[in-house]
Structures are given as structure tokens and as C-alpha cells.
């Protein structure tokens, strides 16, 4: 018996998404007044769908950085400790918290429809993406030829995380007559995406160098 890396992998996204779409499916309901419970609603801080983002986000960290000991890859540190940015953020809204600051400080200005403090977060998020993507830009020309590839996926699939969970959010703000879907895409939008982001971690055959193939007589 061989362990079929790709075949486990997706497995694991497909059972990923499947409560994605359970805590979306939720989130409607909800919505519908069907549940009482604000935790059921993906928008919630903190809730249950956000707590299922940070097990994700924990556990694509925790294999960047067994890749990066494994392979000897400074990079995959790097994006290690962006996950481990994205999950610090989700917990306790350090872009929100400085974007807040940034407007009071800055006399920042609605406009685009948009809240000073909405733009504050835009400021804030930029600013630790251009710091994150930096040091990752320098580690990516040390790397070998695999975690080149690696990382210009997770490059783009990063992207998208960002799309949904700042593009699409400011939408939501500025739109305030598409709450439920907008939200929609905004939230599971980014919980699809990471599901994917973890899958693809796990494809890389980390655990397949880790368990010994059976020794035929």
C-alpha cells in the first residue's frame, strides 16, 4: 500500500468545502431568521465559521513550517509567517484596530462611499502586505526551483483571499442594498479559498517523504 499524496488531498478539500458550504447554507438560514444564534452567521467575529478560518489557517502554518525544516527553504518560512499574520488578524482584528488609528491620526476622509475608517483598513492592509510580500520577495530569490512554483501559487491564491476580504468587502460597504449576498461572497469567499489554500499545502508531499514506503522481499 503506497500513499497516493494527490488522492488524500483531495479528499481533504472536498471534505474542506463540504462544511464550507454547511456553514454558508447556515449563514442563509440564519439570515432567514431560522436560528437565533448570531455565531451561526460567517460574518460573526469570532464565530463558528470564523474558529473553523483560524483551525485552517493554524494548520497551513504549522505544515509551512515542517516544509521549511524538511526542504531547507527559508521561503516557506516566510509564508508561514504570513498565515500566522492572517490568523493573528482574523483573532483580533489588528487591521481593523490600525486602520481605526490611522484614520483619527491622519484626518482621513470618506469617500468612494466609503467610511474613513474603511479606507484607514485599506491603508493598514497595505501596509503589512507590502511589508509581508517584501521579505517573501527576497526569500523567493534564494529558493529552489519547486518552491518557486509553490509560492507562485500560494502567491495567487493569496490574492484571492485578499479579493474577497478587501475588495469585495469594501463593496459590501459602499452597497449596503446587497448585505446578504455580498456578504456572502465576501466571507465564503474566503473560507473557500483558504480551504483550497490548505489542501494545496498538503499536496506537497511533505507527509509522503515522512512515512516509509513498504520494503518488498
Known sequence: MTWDSEKKSNRLLILL??????????????????????????????????????????????????MALKRKQVIYFGWSILFLYLLFDDCLQIHERLGSILSDRLHIQPGFALRAYDIGQIGASALFGILLFSVLGFAYLLSDDTAKKVSKRLFILVVCVAFFG????????????????????????EMIVMSMILSYVFDQGFFQRMIPKPQHS
Open 17 to 66: 468545502l463540504l462544511a464550507d458550504f454547511v456553514f454558508i447554507l447556515i449563514h442563509v438560514l440564519f439570515s432567514k431568521h431560522l436560528f437565533s444564534n448570531p455565531l451561526f452567521s460567517i460574518e460573526m467575529d469570532r464565530g463558528y465559521a470564523e474558529v473553523y478560518q483560524y483551525i485552517k489557517e493554524f494548520w497551513i502554518l504549522v505544515l509551512l513550517c515542517f
Open 166 to 189: 478587501v475588495v469585495v468587502d469594501m463593496f459590501h460597504v459602499a452597497i449596503p442594498a446587497g448585505g446578504l449576498i455580498l456578504g456572502i461572497i465576501e466571507d465564503g469567499g
